[in-house]
């Protein structure tokens, strides 16, 4: 891993660390693979495929857990409100450049791979730019640590792609059972 990408982690993982959620805290990685998010209305749907993974430079970390995902805004404008659902904490932080709205909760409580969950806002007003999550890795990162607050460089998905992953999330359960 080339040093300017080290450098830039581990700063992330101060800032992750040392302060709250806000948008600021969540980096851009080069790809995430099989964590899917979906946004219908006031709805947030979040699934984690089988083989979850994030690639950052030239380094693929595998995903155990994810244990948050926020709505991420980049112009001021979004806003929203929710009810605490089970384990999973609602969260915004709108101060500053940018903002987030979503839901946390406790690391080992969390989604792990093949498992999905809707959340649903009581309010949601004006746009996101991505989707951001909280994850952990079965290894450290540079710097030391194995969680992150990632975001990609992609839209957030339309619901048809929530729906192939979680169709294809169930196909693959079901045979498992089968067997």
Not at 60 to 87: H, I, K, M, R
Not at 102 to 128: A, C, D, I, R, V
Not at 139 to 160: C, D, F, H, K, R
């Amino acid at each position: 891993m080339n040093l300017k990408l080290s450098l830039s982690l581990g700063a992330a993982l101060l800032v992750g660390i040392s302060s709250a959620q806000s948008r600021s805290s969540f980096v851009v990685v080069d790809a995430i693979n099989y964590i899917i998010g979906s946004k219908a209305g006031n709805t947030l749907e979040v699934a984690v495929g089988l083989n979850p993974s994030v690639k950052i430079g030239a380094t693929t970390y595998q995903v155990t857990e994810v244990f948050g995902v926020w709505l991420l805004d980049d112009n001021d404008d979004l806003n929203g409100t929710a009810s605490d659902d089970g384990v999973w904490d609602f969260d915004k932080s709108i101060n500053g450049a940018g903002g987030i709205v979503g839901f946390k909760t406790n690391p080992n409580t969390g989604l792990t791979p093949g498992q999905s969950k809707t959340f649903t806002f009581s309010t949601l007003t004006g746009s996101e730019e991505a989707l951001g999550y909280h994850v952990r890795f079965n290894q450290n990162l540079p710097g030391g640590g194995n969680t992150l607050y990632i975001t990609s460089p992609n839209v957030v998905p339309e619901p048809a792609s929530i729906a192939a992953l979680s169709v294809g999330a169930l196909a693959l359960i079901r045979r498992r059972k089968n067997k």
